[in-house]
C-alpha cells in the first residue's frame, strides 16, 4: 500500500510541534515550584526557614557588639550575663512580747548573698528582757549555702551563742550542719545539728506556713522543736526534748516590704530544762501575746 508523502510529511510536523509544546511546559512548571517546597514538591522543615533568616537577623547587630571582637560569623549577638550575684536581708520577726513575769524583745533575722547554686547565709535570733530580771538569749550565725535541689540548700557552718542573766554572761561556739528549704505543701522548712565547743549535741526543728486570707492579710501558723543529747545546765539546757513552742501571727502587709502583725505564742519546756527554768526563777509554760513588724529588703 502506498502512502502520500504530504500526508507523512504533515504528520511528522505535528508529532514535533506537540513534543516542543510538552518540554515547555515542564519546565515552566519546574521554574513555578514554590519557595517552601523541595524538588519532589515537599515543605520545608521550620528550622531550615530559620536558618535561612539569621543572616538578615544579624545584620541588625553593630560591630561593637560582638564578643569577643572579630568572632567568625557575622556581627553575633552580646553574649547574656546568666551569673550574677544578689541579695536579701528578712525581718522576719521584731516583736514585742507582754507575757506574765517579763516582757522580750524578740528578733529572727535571715540575709544571704550569692548566686543561684552558692550563697553565704547570716542568721540572727533570740530575746532580751526588758522588764523584772534583764537578760536574755543571743545567737548569731555565718553559714555556707549550696543548692542541692529546686528550693532546698545546704547549710554549714559557725555559730556564737551569748546567754546572760543576774550576775552572769556567758557565751560558747558551734559547728553547724542545716538544710532549709520549701517543703511540698508550701511549707517553709529549716532544720539544724548544732556540735558545741564542748561536744555537746543538739537539734533545732522549724516549720511555717503562709496562709493568704486576702491579697495583704496573712495568717503565719509556726512551730518549733528544740532537744539535746546533753545537758548543758548553765546554758539553760536539759537533756532530751527541750521545748516545743507553737505561735500564729497575723500581718498586713502594707507592702511586701513592710507588714505590722499581731499574735500569740505558747512555750512549753520539758524535763530537766523546764527544771533548771523553775529553778531560776522562770516557769514551764508559758503564753504571750505578741505585736512587732516584718521587714524585707
Avoid at 508529532?15 to 521554574?31: D, N
Avoid at 547574656?80 to 506574765?100: M, P
Avoid at 542573766?165 to 532544720?191: K, M, N, T, Y
Avoid at 526534748?241 to 512555750?267: C, D, K, M
Amino acid at each position: 500500500m502506498k502512502h502520500d508523502p504530504c500526508i507523512t510529511t504533515t504528520f511528522t510536523t505535528a508529532a514535533v510541534s506537540l513534543l516542543g509544546l510538552f518540554a515547555l511546559s515542564i519546565r515552566a512548571a519546574a521554574q513555578t515550584v514554590p519557595a517552601h517546597q523541595g524538588t519532589h514538591g515537599e515543605p520545608t522543615s521550620a528550622k531550615a526557614a530559620a536558618v535561612a533568616e539569621v543572616p538578615a537577623t544579624n545584620d541588625l547587630v553593630t560591630a561593637e557588639t560582638q564578643s569577643p571582637p572579630g568572632t567568625v560569623g557575622k556581627r553575633w549577638p552580646k553574649p547574656v550575663e546568666d551569673s550574677q550575684w544578689f541579695g536579701s536581708l528578712l525581718v522576719d520577726k521584731l516583736e514585742y512580747q507582754v507575757a506574765e513575769r517579763a516582757d522580750i524583745l524578740n528578733w529572727d533575722v535571715t540575709g544571704w548573698y550569692g548566686g543561684d547554686y552558692n550563697r553565704l547565709w547570716l542568721k540572727s535570733e533570740g530575746g532580751w528582757r526588758t522588764s523584772g530580771e534583764r537578760g536574755g538569749e543571743a545567737q548569731v550565725q555565718a553559714l555556707y549555702g549550696r543548692l542541692i535541689a529546686p528550693f532546698w540548700d545546704l547549710q554549714a557552718g559557725l555559730r556564737y551563742d551569748q546567754f546572760s542573766g543576774a550576775g552572769f554572761d556567758r557565751s560558747r561556739g558551734f559547728a553547724v550542719i542545716g538544710l532549709e528549704g520549701l517543703a511540698p505543701g508550701w511549707f517553709e522548712f529549716e532544720a539544724a545539728l548544732f556540735i558545741s565547743q564542748d561536744g555537746d549535741v543538739s537539734v533545732n526543728l522549724t516549720a511555717y506556713y503562709d496562709m493568704l486570707l486576702t491579697q495583704r492579710l496573712v495568717l503565719q501558723p509556726r512551730v518549733d522543736f528544740d532537744a539535746a543529747v546533753q545537758s548543758a545546765e548553765k546554758f539553760g539546757v536539759g537533756e532530751g526534748l527541750n521545748s516545743v513552742g507553737l505561735s500564729l501571727r497575723l500581718r498586713y502587709e502594707i507592702t511586701r516590704a513592710f507588714a505590722p502583725y499581731i499574735g500569740v505564742q505558747w512555750l512549753r519546756r520539758f524535763g530537766e530544762t523546764a527544771d533548771i527554768s523553775q529553778l531560776g526563777g522562770g516557769r514551764a509554760e508559758n503564753i504571750a501575746v505578741v505585736f512587732g513588724v516584718r521587714l524585707w529588703f
